[in-house]
């Protein structure tokens, strides 16, 4: 069952405990491998990275007028509580030179946090599991590719059930085997 993470108590004598995330990088400006390794191993200070998928050639979603995206996913381990996890993810977007741009717009790098643990999360600023995911093919299959099993906490469906209900059309070239120096 999901559960909002807010609502745990904490337990007496608990020691702290290291949460699994998953979190879906993409860039379509600049250097974009570099970006994506950049990034990674800005998250390794504080992620224990697990998983990284192979690197997605992807056309844009929602807008169409731009450069092709570089999107992967990620998993590891974190002693981070969600909400400086969150802080962390936005100044690594901030360090490595992200302007402010629109909706679905170009962006030298952008980290979403998909999943944290098996929470449910909804505040202003951060939703979990990360509300478009479902929907996006270049998210599902790099996530796919390294969890097919993983189970959306609320949708409950896999990884790879959830790919088979999308259009993956747009995906061009894969890199694969791909291992940043985190
Ligand atoms: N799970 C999440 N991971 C990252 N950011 C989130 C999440 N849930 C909500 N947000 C919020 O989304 C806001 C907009 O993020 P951003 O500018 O990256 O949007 P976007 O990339 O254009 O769209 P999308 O969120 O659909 O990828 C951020 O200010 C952030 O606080
Ligand atoms: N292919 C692709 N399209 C997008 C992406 C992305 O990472 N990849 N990110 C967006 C906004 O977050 C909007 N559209």
Do not use: W
């Amino acid at each position: 069952m999901p559960f909002s993470h807010d609502q745990i108590p904490p337990m007496e004598n608990d020691t702290p405990k290291a949460h699994q995330v998953f979190l879906a990088l993409g860039t379509n400006l600049g250097e974009r491998k570099q970006n994506l390794e950049a990034a990674l191993h800005q998250l390794s200070k504080n992620i224990e990275i697990k998983q990284v998928s192979s690197i997605y050639e992807t056309e844009p979603v929602g807008y169409a007028d731009q450069p092709n995206f570089f999107n992967l996913v990620c998993s590891g381990q974190t002693m981070l509580p969600v909400d400086k996890l969150h802080q962390e993810t936005q100044k690594i977007e901030q360090q490595l030179g992200r302007q402010p741009s629109f909706r679905n717009g170009p962006r030298l790098i952008d980290i979403d946090i998909l999943f944290y643990d098996q929470a449910y999360i909804e505040r202003a600023t951060l939703i979990i599991p990360h509300p478009r995911l479902h929907e996006r093919a270049f998210v599902l299959a790099p996530l796919a590719e390294i969890a097919p099993d993983y189970l959306h906490p609320t949708l409950g469906k896999s990884a790879r059930e959830l790919l088979d209900t999308v259009n993956v059309q747009g995906f061009f070239v894969s890199i694969p085997n791909h291992r940043a120096a985190c």
